[in-house]
């Protein structure tokens, strides 16, 4: 697998007072990242409430409308792990990892992912770590 995730796209402890605060957390640190435009962020909210990104298991996957595509400069991860849930529409999500894709990788970027997040060791790892670097081997796997 392409490696989707970088060192500088993890975030752990984070805070985040709303969903819509998660969200565009995920989003910013995407465009910091120079994987995606300002206006991709918008398209990530926008996005959420046509239908919420929550997962399950305190996850939530959020990313942008297959429009903003087009504003998406490389495929990219970013992972933000919070020291308390933030409220999802009544769900607790303590782990957000935002999504920039622009074409077909979105399909290999989300089959890894559920991967991950389906195999109980890798799921414990990602939801307790302090290790970044073992989140990183764990992902880009």
């Known amino acids: 697998m392409t490696n989707f995730l970088q060192l500088a796209g993890i975030r752990l402890g984070a805070t985040a007072s709303s969903r819509e ?23 990530m909210w926008e996005r959420e409430n046509i239908i919420s990104s929550y997962m399950g298991e305190q996850v939530a996957l959020p990313h942008g409308t297959d429009d903003s595509r087009k504003h998406v400069n490389f495929a990219q991860l970013v992972f933000v792990r919070f020291s308390e849930p933030v409220d999802w529409d009544g769900e ?39 290790s970044t670097t073992e989140l990183l081997e764990l992902i880009n796997v």
């Open 21 to 43: 605060e998660a969200v565009r957390l995920c989003g910013e640190l995407l465009h910091t990242l120079g994987a995606v435009n300002q206006q991709y962020i918008d398209a």
């Open 92 to 130: 607790a999500v303590k782990l957000c990892i935002g999504i920039a894709a622009k074409g077909d990788e979105h399909g290999e970027l989300l089959g890894n992912l559920a991967e991950k997040l389906l195999d109980k060791n890798s799921y414990k790892t990602l939801m307790e770590t302090t």
